[in-house]
Nanobody
Framework: LVQLAESGGGPVEVGGLLTLSCAAS????????????LGWFRQVPGKEREHDAA???????MIPDSLKDRFKISRDKIKNNVALEMKNLRIEDSAMYYC???????????????????WGQGTQVTVSS
């Protein structure tokens, strides 16, 4: 079982910078072989949840090409935190952002909604001009 708790959302101006943080806890903290991949997704009302970034215990990273120049994901293995740094934010980045984890280790499992086993409660990001 994995519990995820996001923080860091809020209002931000267009072009601004925001860093989201996710604290992960659970059985995997005592056994590195169980270390799940972690990721971030966003969702706006009426639309499907979309992948933003993912990282695994070996620091393999997947970020959609459309976001690579603005988003960065990092992982603190000691604190079991994963952060999503977002810069040059746009109006269309406004969404609920969710931290996610898969039971599987490889980063690819954390870029598809279908393979996510655990979700956080989400944190709202609102970008305005």
């Amino acid at each position: 079982l994995v519990q995820l708790a996001e923080s860091g959302g809020g209002p931000v101006e267009v072009g601004g910078l925001l860093t989201l943080s996710c604290a992960a806890s659970g059985d995997f903290t005592s056994d590195p072989l169980l270390d799940p991949c972690l990721g971030w997704f966003r969702q706006v009302p009426g639309k499907e949840r979309e992948h933003d970034a993912a990282i695994d215990r070996d620091d393999n990273i997947m970020i959609p090409d459309s976001l690579k120049d603005r988003f960065k994901i990092s992982r603190d293995k000691i604190k079991n935190n994963v952060a999503l740094e977002m810069k040059n934010l746009r109006i269309e980045d406004s969404a609920m952002y969710y931290c996610a984890a898969s039971k599987f280790l490889w980063v690819g499992y954390c870029r598809s909604v279908a393979s996510i086993d655990y979700w956080g409660q989400g944190t709202q990001v609102t970008v305005s001009s």
